[in-house]
C-alpha cells in the first residue's frame, strides 16, 4: 500500500484506486492462465465426438437456440462416463427437441423451451403442444409441461397424459393443480397403482374448473422447501 | 470394351433395362455428390433425375474413350449448379424432425452415418464454386486434370478454390472452438 | 490433402462427407420411369464413326506388310477426328448465404437458495450434480445427519434438472421431484422449477 500510496501522489489518484489497479494488473495474467489452462471437458472427448458436438452446439446458437443446453448436456454425459458416440446422439436428440419445440410454440424463453423439449422427448407427438402456442399473460405453462413430461417418464400413456393435461390447460388450471396432480398420481404409483390408471382415478376428481383436490397428509420425507436468505 | 460402354451399346441399340444398370452403377455416388452439393435430398433427387435424363438423351454423343464416369459426372456438376440457380432461398438441410424423434436409433449405437447434418450444414456455409471444388477433390477424390475436363475451369483455379474450401473450414472451426 | 492444407477437423469433415447417402426408396424408381418415358437414343453417324476409330486405333494383334502399314497411316490422317463434348447450360451461379444471426435469450436473474435432502443411509458420500453446477460432480457435496444428506444452493429462477451421485458411482434420481425423460445414458434426472410460479 505503501507504494501505491507514493505512486498515487505522483500521478494524482486516490491510494486505493491505484491499489486495486495494481492487485489486478498482477492477477490478470493469472486469471488469464487459469481460464486458458482450463481446456474444456467437451474438447477432452474423442475428436469426432468434439467436432460433432461443437458442431451441434454452433448450430443450435445459429438458429436461436439454447445453445448452452446442449453444452450441459454433454457435461451430463460426461460426468455420467458415456462414450463420445452416446454424447453426440443424446446432443443430436436433444437439439431435435428443441428445434421442434420451438416450431410448435414460436418464441418462447429458454426454461419453457427446455420444458416443451422434454414433453417432445418423452414421447408427446409435437402437433399437441400448439394448444401453449398462446401467450397468456400471467400464465406459465413451464409447470404444466413438467408434470405431463414427469407422468410419461414414470410410465403413463402417453396419449392419456397429453389429453389430460392438454384438457386441464384449457380449462385454466393453475400451477398449483399441476403439482397437486403430480403429487396424487406419483403417490398412487408408488402404492403400486398402474399409472394409467392412476392418473385417470386422479382426473376423474378434479372438478370441471380443472382444479385435481391436494392429497390428504404431509407432503412426503424430503420434498424440498424455498427460501431465500 | 468396359462394362460402361457396352451398356450405353446396348442402350444404343434398343435395350432400356441396360440404361438401368448404368444407374445402378453411378446413382449412389452421384446422390452423394448432389446432395453435399445441394445440401437437401429434394433438390438432389431433382438433380440427379434431370443428370440422368441428359445422359439418356445424349447417349448417342457419349465417346468411348470418355471415361462414362467422368462425362455424367460432367453433367452432374453443371445439373446441380443449375437446380441451385433455381433456388431462391436457404433450405433446412434435414427433414421430419418428428420422424428422427420418433424412429431415433438405439442410442448405445450413437450416431449413424445418415446423422450427417452437421457436416452438411458447414459444406453448406462455403461458397459455392469453393464447396464444389472441395467435394471433387476430397471426396470424390479426382485429380485437378479430371476436375479441369468436367468443370472447364482450369487447374490452378481449381486448386485455388480447394485450397480456400479448406482455409474457410479451418477458419470457421477456430470460431467454433472460441466461441 | 497436402501439408498447407492439412488439418485434423477439415479431414474429418472430408471423412464424414464420403459416408454413403441415403436417399428415398422410391427416388431410382421415379428416375426410372422418366427414362422409360423417353425416345430411345439412336447411335449417330457420328459417335459410329468416333467408335469405330476408338476401336480400330486400340493395340491388336495385326501384322501388315510395311506398305499395307504406310497405306493405313495415311488413311488414320485422312479421317477427320470428331470430338463431340456435350455442351451443357452453365447458368449456375453462386449464392452467397450468410448463416442466420444468432438470437440470445436472456434468463432472469435471481438467487433463490433451495435445499435439497437425499434419504441414504449407508451412503458414505452424496453429491448433488445439476445443470446449475454444470455437472461436476464433486462441487456440490451434501451433509449427512442421520440417514438423511442435506445442502442448501443458490439456483437462478428457471427450469433445472439434477441427480444425486452416491459414494461417487451410483446417480439416483430424486424419489419425490417430476422425472424428466431419460436421460440418454441410462439414467432418469429429477426436475426443480424455482421462481417460476412453481410451489412444492
Not at chain 1, 384438457?167 to 399441476?178: E, H, N, P, R, V
Not at chain 3, 486405333?57 to 506388310?65: F, I, K, Y
Request: with cysteine; glycine share 6%.
Amino acid at each position: 500500500m505503501t507504494f501505491a500510496r507514493g505512486l498515487a501522489s505522483r500521478v494524482g489518484f486516490r491510494a486505493t484506486t491505484v491499489a486495486a489497479a495494481l492487485a489486478l494488473a498482477v492477477a490478470a495474467p493469472t486469471l488469464l492462465r487459469a481460464q486458458s489452462a482450463e481446456p474444456d471437458r467437451i474438447a477432452k472427448l474423442d475428436v469426432g465426438s468434439s467436432y460433432a458436438i461443437s458442431l451441434l452446439i454452433d448450430s443450435a446458437n445459429t438458429e436461436g437456440l439454447p445453445g448452452r443446453m446442449l453444452r450441459l448436456k454433454a457435461y451430463e454425459g460426461i460426468a455420467k462416463k458415456a462414450d463420445g458416440r452416446q454424447i453426440v446422439a443424446a446432443v443430436r436428440r436433444e437439439l431435435i427437441a428443441l428445434r421442434v419445440a420451438r416450431a410448435q410454440l414460436g418464441d418462447v424463453d429458454d426454461d419453457e423451451l427446455a420444458a416443451a423439449a422434454a414433453v417432445v422427448e418423452a414421447g408427446a407427438k409435437p402437433a399437441q403442444l400448439t394448444v401453449f402456442r398462446a401467450r397468456i399473460k400471467n400464465r406459465s405453462d413451464l409447470q404444466a409441461f413438467t408434470t405431463w413430461a414427469s407422468l410419461m417418464a414414470r410410465g403413463v400413456p402417453t396419449e392419456d397424459a397429453s389429453s389430460a393435461i392438454s384438457k386441464l390447460w384449457q380449462d385454466g388450471a393453475d400451477d398449483a393443480t399441476f403439482v397437486s396432480l403430480w403429487n396424487n398420481v406419483q403417490s398412487d404409483i408408488l402404492r403400486g397403482l398402474n399409472p394409467g390408471t392412476a392418473l385417470q382415478n386422479r382426473i376423474r376428481e378434479a372438478p370441471s374448473s380443472g382444479r385435481v383436490p391436494p392429497s390428504k397428509g404431509q407432503p412426503p420425507e424430503g420434498q424440498e422447501r424455498e427460501g431465500s436468505e | 470394351m468396359s462394362d460402361d460402354a457396352a451398356d450405353v451399346q446396348r442402350v444404343l441399340a434398343g435395350d432400356v433395362d441396360a440404361y438401368a444398370a448404368l444407374v445402378d452403377r453411378y446413382y449412389d455416388r452421384c446422390a452423394r455428390f448432389a446432395v453435399r452439393m445441394l445440401g437437401n435430398r429434394d433438390d438432389a433427387e431433382d438433380a440427379l433425375q434431370a443428370t440422368f435424363i441428359r445422359a439418356y438423351r445424349a447417349l448417342n454423343r457419349y465417346q468411348e474413350r470418355d471415361r462414362f464416369s467422368a462425362w455424367l459426372y460432367r453433367i452432374l456438376v453443371n445439373q446441380c449448379r443449375s437446380v441451385a440457380a433455381r433456388r431462391t432461398h436457404r433450405e433446412r438441410v434435414f427433414v421430419r424432425e418428428e420422424a428422427l424423434l420418433a424412429n431415433a436409433p438405439d442410442r448405445s449405437q450413437g450416431w449413424a452415418g445418415e446423422d450427417e447434418e452437421f457436416v452438411q450444414r458447414v459444406l453448406n456455409e462455403l461458397d459455392p464454386l469453393l464447396r464444389e471444388a472441395f467435394l471433387l477433390k476430397y471426396i470424390e477424390e479426382m485429380s485437378y486434370e479430371e476436375m479441369s475436363a468436367l468443370t472447364g475451369v482450369g487447374v490452378s483455379a481449381l486448386k485455388m478454390r480447394a485450397k480456400r474450401a479448406c482455409d474457410r473450414l479451418r477458419e470457421r472451426w477456430e470460431k467454433i472452438k472460441n466461441d | 490433402m497436402t501439408d498447407s492444407e492439412h488439418s485434423s477437423y477439415v479431414e474429418w469433415i472430408a471423412r464424414e462427407a464420403r459416408r454413403p447417402v441415403v436417399m428415398d426408396a422410391g427416388a431410382r424408381d421415379r428416375l426410372m420411369a422418366a427414362v422409360r418415358a423417353e425416345p430411345v437414343p439412336h447411335r449417330s453417324f457420328v459417335s459410329r464413326v468416333g467408335n469405330a476409330f476408338q476401336r480400330f486405333a486400340e493395340p491388336r494383334s495385326l501384322t501388315l506388310s510395311p506398305a499395307r502399314s504406310t497405306l493405313l497411316a495415311a488413311g488414320l490422317v485422312g479421317i477427320g477426328v470428331f470430338a463431340g463434348a456435350v455442351m451443357t447450360n452453365r447458368d449456375g451461379r453462386p449464392t452467397a448465404g450468410q448463416p442466420p444471426v444468432a438470437a440470445v435469450s436472456k434468463l432472469p436473474v435471481s438467487d433463490t437458495f433451495v435445499k435439497f435432502s437425499f434419504v441414504a443411509p449407508s451412503a458414505k458420500h452424496v453429491t448433488l450434480v445439476g445443470d446449475f453446477n454444470d455437472w461436476d460432480v464433486s462441487s456440490t457435496p451434501m451433509t449427512r445427519s442421520g440417514s438423511v444428506w442435506t445442502v442448501v444452493v443458490p439456483m437462478t429462477a428457471g427450469r433445472h434438472q439434477y441427480s444425486y451421485v452416491v459414494d461417487g458411482k451410483s446417480w439416483s434420481s430424486d424419489p419425490n421431484a417430476p422425472s424428466a425423460p431419460d436421460d440418454g445414458f441410462g439414467h432418469t434426472n429429477s426436475v426443480k422449477i424455482v421462481g417460476r410460479g412453481s410451489t412444492s
